[in-house]
């Protein structure tokens, strides 16, 4: 590993200014005196060590005050910093209270030891988990190359919808409780200025753009994400299932969020997460709760629309059997 030098930013400012690249913008190509952003710094690290990226500074945003903070108004909603642990997301009241799907999501994910370290910022900026993006062997679709090499290769892990050109999933099964939620992404630009984008905008799926899985340009960064007002009538679970009962990333994972009078559905929200290279809405199957109204009946029948659409790989046939399964228990946890 070459030498870096290392920036500790005190304001978003000092940090834009000093950081002119992204993660994404190192892979697949030689860049001279890079700077990027890091937080909790986890990914960063794993491809430094895989030896992905090689930047020559790392500008620390972990310590920039105002951004570990999280905020709920029954009226207004809950506002998370960019900077706030997942352990922290995981302990508060008010999540567990009120969005129950982000706080199953959040106790599911990782080790409790990094837990400690992630940061919703970077949990949601994190690059996929792909071995063969992951391998400085393979040059990949999303590293500039022109071959998915899980199409004929080991791809049991694999996305199963949406995988016509890259077959990776996104790594971040927080992202499919926030999708759900329908969660905004809040960023600073270049230039100061302050965007909301909703959730589903910030993932660039592959065959817009191969080499990023987000919309953030250098100089951009994650200041928080909001999620609207949580009423007695939403309720929400997730589920997460892996390849045993270990601290793993996802083979399947999905959220559920119903908007609920007395027994009729008012509206329906079924995300999936490691179903495809972005996390996705299951439009289809909502529409089934939405018309139909919710009933283990209608839990099965929309399970069995989800996946009308998957094309599983050779040897990840069984992931459709898994979410159908959760699919189905999630949606039945909100009876």
């Not at 939620?181 to 753009?209: R, S, W, Y």
Request: glycine content about 8%; overall charge positive.
């Amino acid at each position: 590993m070459k030498k870096i030098s290392w920036f500790e930013a005190t304001t978003l400012e000092e940090a834009q200014r000093e950081a002119n690249a992204t993660v994404s913008d190192f892979l697949g190509k030689e860049k001279a005196d890079g700077a990027i952003i890091k937080s909790g710094g986890i990914d960063v690290l794993d491809l430094m060590k895989e030896g992905l990226i090689a930047p020559d500074r790392i500008v620390n945003m972990r310590n920039i005050p105002g951004l570990d903070q999280i905020s709920y108004d029954p009226r207004k909603g809950l506002e998370i910093g960019a900077n706030v642990t997942l352990t922290e997301i995981e302990n508060n009241e008010g999540i567990q209270i009120n969005y129950l799907a982000l706080h199953r999501a959040v106790a599911k994910a990782a080790t409790p030891q990094l837990r400690n370290m992630s940061t919703l910022g970077g949990n949601l900026a994190q690059r996929t988990r792909c071995w063969y993006f992951r391998s400085i062997d393979h040059p990949c679709l999303r590293k500039g190359g022109f071959i998915c090499f899980a199409k004929q290769g080991e791809n049991e892990y694999h996305s199963i919808m949406n995988n016509g050109g890259c077959s990776s999933v996104y790594a971040s099964s927080v992202a499919t409780a926030l999708l759900a939620l329908d969660a905004q992404v809040v960023i600073v630009t270049k230039d100061g200025a302050k965007k909301q984008v909703a959730i589903n905008e910030f993932f660039v799926p592959p065959h817009v753009d191969a080499s990023r899985e987000n919309i953030l340009k250098p100089g951009e960064i994650i200041t928080a994400v909001t999620i609207p007002p949580s009423g007695r009538s939403q309720k929400s679970y997730y589920i997460k299932e892996g390849t045993r009962a270990s601290f793993d990333w996802a083979l399947a994972d999905v959220a559920v969020v119903l908007e609920m009078s007395g027994k009729k559905c008012k509206s329906a929200k079924i995300a999936l997460g490691a179903a495809a290279p972005v996390p996705l809405r299951a439009e289809a199957a909502e529409s089934v709760l939405v018309e139909e109204g919710v009933s283990p009946a209608t839990a099965k029948k929309a399970a069995d629309v989800a996946m009308q659409d998957a094309t599983p790989l050779e040897k990840n046939g069984y992931k459709v059997a898994i979410f159908k399964a959760i699919i189905k228990r999630a949606i039945e946890k909100t009876i």
